[in-house]
């Protein structure tokens, strides 16, 4: 998945780049939105068990490469989704274990932030590279990281994924909602609805994992 990610990426970035700021941000939102909406679903809804089945056998090239190169296009144009996509995508296969398909993603994004940063050096200039954000996204990104990593070694996937696909949606509803029109009140009535299918998300991963012991992670 690494080297179709990593030109997915550039492509996105690319692309990304030779759009205004009217034009992309409604289209990031949007991205975002329905990719949280995704694996919400997809982590909280799925009566599937997340535990792998060596019988299925390995994942072939003619699904991991199209699969990288989606998720490094979508993780450039939308700050994220090499991470949601691939590791979503490779849990519901049921071939790996959870920690062996989230340190595979991880250790494979070098790759893509290679590959996106390549595609936004090209297509825009230093001078539209804001230093101060860039130096306060690398000091948040070493201090999320480790914890990251501690939560994912704790936390059953399945609940991991119903929490974070929850926070993508909420926290991108009002960029969507405005880039499409809706009224202030509906946002606000739709951020409690979506508060509240947030929790239930979480709630119905939790009791399918209790109903599963073999779905929490295996101590190191």
């Known amino acids: 998945m690494a080297a179709p990610g ?7 970035a690319v692309v990304l780049s030779s759009l205004s700021a009217e034009v992309a941000e409604p289209w990031v ?32 090239a003619i699904f991991l490469s199209p699969l990288g190169a989606l998720a490094g296009l979508i993780d450039a144009m939308g700050g994220g989704g090499w991470g949601p996509i691939g590791t979503s995508s490779l849990l519901s296969s049921g071939r790996l274990e959870p920690r062996k398909v989230v340190g595979s993603i991880d250790t494979s994004e070098f790759l893509v932030t290679i590959g996106a940063s390549a595609g936004f050096l090209v297509a825009l200039s230093f001078a539209e590279i804001n230093a101060g954000w860039l130096v ?34 909420v926290t991108n509803t009002k960029t969507f909602g405005e880039a499409i029109g809706v009224p202030s009140e509906v946002l606000v009535a739709a951020y409690a609805v979506l508060i509240a299918v947030w929790i239930g998300a979480i709630a119905s991963a939790v009791v399918a994992v209790r109903r599963d012991p073999e779905a929490m992670p295996r101590p190191a």
């Open 6 to 12: 990593a030109i997915g990426a550039f492509v996105g």
């Open 136 to 169: 306060a996204l690398l000091v948040g990104g070493l201090i999320a990281a480790p914890i990251a990593a501690w939560l994912v070694r704790r936390l059953p996937a399945r609940v991991l994924g119903a929490a974070v696909g929850g926070l993508i949606l």
């Open 29 to 60: 939102a949007a991205i975002l939105f329905f990719l949280g909406a995704y694996i919400l679903v997809r982590f909280s809804l799925r009566r599937q068990s997340l535990r792998p089945d060596p019988a299925k056998g390995r994942l072939r």
